[in-house]
């Protein structure tokens, strides 16, 4: 079964620094999600992006953060300058172009030191 | 904030039914209806959607009432292995975002 594919697992990144998270989504699939999850909180949507733009994104996604899909089959996550808050499950999701499930990855567990 | 209400929490014996009810209270004509499930802090893992009429597939059934207002997933066999966290989504379109509650903490018990 197709999968949805995130690196890395783990990052530990100091406060301030810029941490890029990588998805690589299902190759036929139209829109690209991220989403976070902070430790035993709700899953919060961040960003959906289809035809090489950002379709939305939410009030978390503000400046700092930044979305990439730089070649035919990586979608990137970038955080600017980190902040301790930022600590998070992140997970890429993609979805076909009829209606349907979304796919998830099994997350990048980011902590922020 | 989420549109669907869920109970905290459910348990089910192992071998038997699991059956989850949710409130969609807010529905919109256009908007379907979905679960997903998280087993402790993996990815969402998607499970079956519906519009109107009850739904099938490997995993579970869907049940929608007439008038839209609530669902309820079925696990016909639950196994230790369908322990998790629960979420009904009412969502418009393909691309759109999924809004996630607290969902349904289900725990099967041997």
């Known amino acids: 079964e197709p999968e949805v594919t995130q690196t890395p697992s783990h990052q530990v990144t100091q406060m301030g620094q810029e941490v890029i998270l990588r998805c690589v989504p299902i190759s036929n699939h139209l829109y690209f999600y991220w989403y976070r999850q902070i430790l035993e909180q709700k899953v919060e949507f961040l960003v959906s992006f289809y035809n090489n733009e950002i379709s939305e994104k939410s009030e978390i996604f503000d400046d700092q953060f930044s979305v990439e899909r730089p070649d035919g089959s990586n979608f990137t996550l970038k955080i600017r300058s980190t902040k301790l808050e930022d600590s998070a499950m992140y997970f890429c999701?993609?979805?076909?172009?009829?209606?349907?499930?979304?796919?998830f990855g099994s997350g990048t567990r980011l902590t922020v030191v | 904030d989420a549109k669907t209400t869920q109970p905290p929490s459910m348990d089910c014996a192992e071998g038997r039914a699991a059956n989850l009810p949710c409130n969609h209270s807010t529905i919109s004509g256009n908007e379907y209806v979905y679960w997903y499930r998280q087993i402790h802090s993996q990815g969402p893992q998607y499970i079956i959607h519906?519009?109107?009429n009850n739904e099938t597939n490997e995993m579970a059934s869907l049940i929608i009432t007439e008038d839209r207002k609530s669902s309820t997933l079925i696990l016909p066999h639950a196994t230790l292995r369908d322990t998790a966290v629960y979420y009904c989504?009412?969502?418009?379109?393909?691309?759109?975002?999924?809004?996630f509650g607290e969902g349904t903490q289900l725990t099967v018990n041997p």
């Open positions: 989504i009412d969502q418009e379109t393909s691309g759109s975002r999924l809004t």
């Open positions: 519906g519009l109107k």
């Open positions: 999701a993609s979805s076909p172009w009829t209606v349907g499930g979304y796919t």
